[in-house]
């Protein structure tokens, strides 16, 4: 087993582990937590009851955090023609097709996100062993694979995030910095939850939400209270 530093056993000491709390305890619990030196992710993980195995069960998407997550996304474009253009006037930091491609093959990967049109998913297709692993593989689902790449890539510029479950069916999203004002990690941790609850497949038997627990990079697991939360918010 792990073992934890003494500002971490400190910390847990601040955390009923028997309790669960409402999002408002749990951010003023975790800032009230923190001891690292530098500015701590904030990050939700759900415990879902649902069968990754089955299609309709694999929970995939993306969701514009209303706040953003404090961190700024590099993207990558694969784009041809008048879609450059567009790319360039969105942001995007890197736009290419075969030279990228070149590139990758060779272990470049100063990115975060990769943005797609869907002429071009043939040559992006062809890093898939090594995109794949990573996690970095565009998506339709995720609104990675498409034409309207303006949209795509303000949108992850403004704080968009994937969510995915694996196959332990657990999902972890980003929400914030322990620097958000609270008002803003609850909005975040809000929009999240709304999310997924939506997402619920109607052949998910049982509880949907088992466990909801938000955490900082270096802080305790919080459990959440998802007794006001329901699939019909």
């Keep these: 087993m792990k073992k934890r530093g003494k500002k971490y056993q400190e910390a847990t000491k601040l955390v009923d582990r028997n309790k669960t709390y409402n999002i408002g305890e749990a951010v003023a619990l975790l800032k009230k937590a923190s001891t690292a030196n530098f500015d701590e992710t904030v990050e ?8 990754p195995k089955k299609a309709d069960e694999n929970i995939r998407g993306a969701v514009v955090l209303p706040n953003g997550t404090g961190k700024t996304q590099r993207v990558l474009v694969f784009a ?14 890197y736009i290419g097709d075969q030279d990228i491609v070149n590139k990758i093959n060779e272990g470049w990967f100063d990115f975060d996100v ?3 049109t869907p002429d071009m998913m043939a040559e992006v297709g062809k890093l898939g062993r090594v995109l794949g692993p990573k996690g970095l593989m565009p998506n339709p689902k995720t609104g990675t694979v498409t034409f309207e790449v303006e949209k795509a890539v303000n949108e992850i510029k ?30 975040n941790f809000n929009t999240i939850i709304d999310t997924i609850l939506k997402a619920k497949p109607q052949s998910s038997k049982g509880t949907y939400l088992r466990t909801v627990v938000v955490t900082s ?13 329901t699939a019909n918010n």
Excluded: C, Q, W
């Excluded at 919080?222 to 007794?227: A, P, V």
């Design 80 to 93: 041809k023609g008048e879609k450059i253009k567009e790319a360039e006037a969105a942001g995007a930091d």
């Design 158 to 187: 403004a704080g968009k995030v994937e969510y995915r479950v694996d196959k332990s069916s657990n999902l972890h999203v980003p929400i914030g910095k322990i620097s958000f004002e609270d008002e803003k990690l609850i909005e």
């Design 44 to 51: 939700v993980a759900f415990r879902l009851g649902v069968d």
């Design 217 to 229: 990079t270096m802080g305790p697991g919080i459990k959440i209270d998802t007794s006001g939360y």
């Design 114 to 116: 990769i943005v797609a």
